[in-house]
């Protein structure tokens, strides 16, 4: 299955909105969205495909002849269908999944090295456990190093979602800093955590060949020639 990982932007928020009020009990305005991206523009990510299956339900009603019952419109310039719905970020490309991302602008930060913020990630329940979010989180965590400056970023997590404790603790490698009381509405507990960015680690060379620890990484070459080695050995050799 084919998944896309790139930069969000102000026409994927209706389904960035959409998919955290699926998947989280923590919601925010539109405009919070607009803040993020209009402010970051390179901090948040969405993960999203085109190998899209109809639904149910959709099959459902197809069969039934309420086809008008699907919202949808006609593109008067192409005629094209455009499903009216908050999963789709565009005809055919549904979004599965999002950061949204920051950098700590409180007036109480004055003091502090610049520094990022995560304030929502998620994946759609189907394409969960496929390394998206852990995807999304080193887009995410490299863009406020490297265009921001950021020199830590931070987040909260409920004490209880085991699945994201799992993602940032063990695999971003995020330290616990505190235990904040009652940080949720429901009056769950947070746990506070922060990772100090560094720009080596975070370049995506170095987490792409994770999940094989005994495998040694190729070393940069920076002696040959593509051109020259092409003439004298041919292709088969050559690794893209
Ligand atoms: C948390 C969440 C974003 C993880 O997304 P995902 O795409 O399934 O995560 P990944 O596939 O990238 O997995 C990253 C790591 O977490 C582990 N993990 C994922 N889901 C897990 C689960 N339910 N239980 C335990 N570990 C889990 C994976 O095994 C992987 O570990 P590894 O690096 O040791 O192999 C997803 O479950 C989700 O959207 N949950 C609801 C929203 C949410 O809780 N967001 C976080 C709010 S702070």
Known sequence: MAITIRRATVNDMICMQNANLHNLPENYMLKYYMYHILSWPEASFV????????LE???????????????????????????LDPTYVAP???????????????ADQKDEPLNGHITSLSVMRTYRRMG????????ALFALREVYQAEYVSLHV??????????????????VLSVEK???QDGE??????????????????FAHRGNK????????????LLADIISNGTDNIVV
Do not use: C
């Open 92 to 106: 055919g490309e549904k979004l599965v999944g999002y950061v949204l991302a920051k950098m700590n602008d409180d």
């Open 189 to 206: 507990d947070a746990y506070a955590m922060k990772k100090i960015l560094d720009l080596d680690e975070l370049q995506v060379s170095n």
């Open 47 to 54: 993960a999203t495909t085109t190998d899209i299956e109809v």
């Open 158 to 175: 409920r004490e209880s979602n085991r699945a994201a404790l799992h993602l940032y603790r063990d695999t971003l490698e995020f330290e």
């Open 132 to 139: 998206l979010a852990e995807k999304l989180m080193r887009q």
């Open 214 to 225: 005994s495998e040694q990484k190729p070393e940069d070459d920076l002696q040959s020639d």
């Open 57 to 83: 339900e959709e099959k459902e009603q197809l069969a039934q002849n309420k086809e008008s019952e699907i919202l949808s419109l006609e593109d008067t310039e192409t005629g094209a269908i455009i499903k």
């Open 182 to 184: 009652s940080y949720y």
